[in-house]
């Protein structure tokens, strides 16, 4: 079965930094493309980064130049680096794994809270 962990929330002030890791298991890690979304209260599910099997990425516009993806195939493991944080940021960040075969599969999640 696949199982996504994240880990790496947690309490940060504003201008602080996280660094978010998802644990991947029972996926062929370096054929899938991985994401971080992100789910405030009172708000859609949105994606933050994403980060394809070669290499290629995209963010939202509300953190490009502040957060980063990242993954290591070796380890299974994809991270998101989070800099300058503001409490805009706060909400549960998911990691997502998508394979080209059409599977879509969900962690889930990690508490990020960033205080003013």
């Known amino acids: 079965q696949v199982q996504l962990v994240e880990s790496g929330g947690g309490l940060v002030q504003a201008g602080g930094s996280l660094r978010l890791s998802c644990a991947a298991s029972?996926?062929?890690?370096?054929?899938?493309?991985m994401g971080w979304y992100r789910q405030a209260p009172g708000k859609q599910r949105e994606l933050v980064a994403a980060?394809?099997?070669?290499?290629?990425?995209d963010y939202a516009d509300s953190v490009k130049g502040r957060f980063t993806i990242s993954r290591d195939n070796a380890k299974n493991t994809v991270y998101l680096q989070m800099n300058s944080l503001k409490p805009e940021d706060t909400a549960v960040y998911y990691c997502?794994?998508?394979?080209?075969?059409?599977?879509?599969?969900w962690g889930r999640g990690t508490q990020v809270t960033v205080s003013s």
């Open positions: 029972g996926i062929i890690f370096s054929r899938a493309v």
């Open positions: 997502n794994a998508k394979r080209d075969i059409g599977a879509n599969y």
């Open positions: 980060q394809a099997s070669g290499g290629s990425t």
